[in-house]
């Protein structure tokens, strides 16, 4: 299987499958470079990132990466699409006990925390850059201007709660505005929305645990050194919140199939519901639906580590 970006149209052999990491915007910028390949009909193309608006005008046969129904954790990569070499489970289960040794390197506080167990845990982007937000808007019709005029930038998320759920609140009020600008939405517009929904969403979810809780873990992505206890054979007296990617409401990508691998106690918060649209979340006139959400798995994640202490 090959990246989306890394595929030539002339070189690539029949049948090929390619792997769209980043959703939609993989394929935008894959035939962006490589016009011809849009007229290719025997590609596979495997998705991360299957956002409503957009599955409809993905090429004819694209489906998720991973089965979103697996009759088990082994089994989540469709046997139609993909191979596992001979000897993987015991490369995998080499890597995760190197893992757990090098996240000690790293950091023997935290290496020691996770395996004391009775943590909240969430690695990965929490604040924004401009850099990562400009990155959802791109190929979109959405002013660039929104960036810094939303306040997400760097946000304070450990801050006041009230401070950090106003400024989510009207971050999102000039996004719906935004779209009700536009004279007819596309799916890259969508898609970016989808992406930077979730982004708010896990700012607001983790402020109010880290308000109400000493047990949080979190190591950020872009403001701390690389922490990886998902791929890590250990640690699994934790609770470890799934927010999904920020592609799209996919029930399984990579850091879910890690979490499901290596056994760990997991929770899937998703601020899309399911069956439901990106638009139809946003038909409504108030923003308070998201901070609801965000305050309702704030709770359910609290609730559930009383479960494992």
């Known amino acids: 299987m090959e990246r989306g970006n890394a595929l030539s149209a002339h070189d690539a052999p029949e049948g090929v499958h390619v792997v769209l990491w980043d959703g939609y915007n993989s394929l935008l ?20 990132g299957m956002v409503p608006e957009v599955v409809a005008v993905l090429p004819a046969g694209t489906m998720p990466l991973y089965d979103p129904e697996p009759a088990s954790a082994a089994d989540m990569a469709s046997n ?10 015991f490369h995998r289960q080499l ?54 005029s939303s306040g997400l930038v760097n946000l304070a998320w450990q801050g006041e709660v009230h401070t950090v759920k106003m400024t989510l609140l009207s971050a999102c009020a000039q996004l719906m505005n935004e779209l009700r600008a536009l004279p007819a939405s596309t799916p890259a517009d969508w898609a970016a929305v989808y992406s930077l929904m979730n982004v708010m969403h896990r700012l607001g979810t983790l402020c109010q645990i ?10 950020e992505y872009a403001q701390q050194q690389h922490f990886d206890p998902y791929d890590a054979a250990g640690y699994g007296h934790n609770l470890f919140v799934d927010f999904g990617s920020v592609r799209g409401p996919d029930a399984l990508y990579p850091r879910r199939v890690d979490m499901e691998l290596n056994g760990k106690p997991s929770l899937s918060l998703r601020w899309l519901p399911e069956g439901h649209t990106v638009a139809d979340c946003l038909q409504e006139d108030s923003t308070d639906w998201l901070w609801q959400r965000c305050s ?14």
């Not at 910028?29 to 991360?48: K, S, W």
């Not at 040794?101 to 925390?113: A, E, G, K, P, V």
């Open 29 to 48: 910028e894959l035939q962006a470079r490589q016009p011809a390949i849009a007229a290719r009909t025997d590609i596979v193309y495997l998705c991360i």
């Open 80 to 89: 139609k699409h993909a191979r596992m070499p001979a000897g993987y489970d």
């Open 95 to 148: 890597r995760t006990r190197l893992r757990m040794l090098r996240n000690w390197q790293i950091s023997h506080d935290r290496h020691r925390q996770l395996s004391q167990g009775g943590m909240i845990v969430f690695c990965g982007l929490i604040r924004p850059s401009e850099s990562v937000l400009q990155g959802f808007l791109r190929g979109t019709q959405i002013n660039p201007n929104w960036v810094q």
């Open 210 to 219: 880290h308000a109400a809780s000493k047990h949080l873990f979190v190591n």
């Open 296 to 309: 309702a798995d704030a709770a359910r994640s609290l609730a559930q580590l009383k479960t494992l202490r």
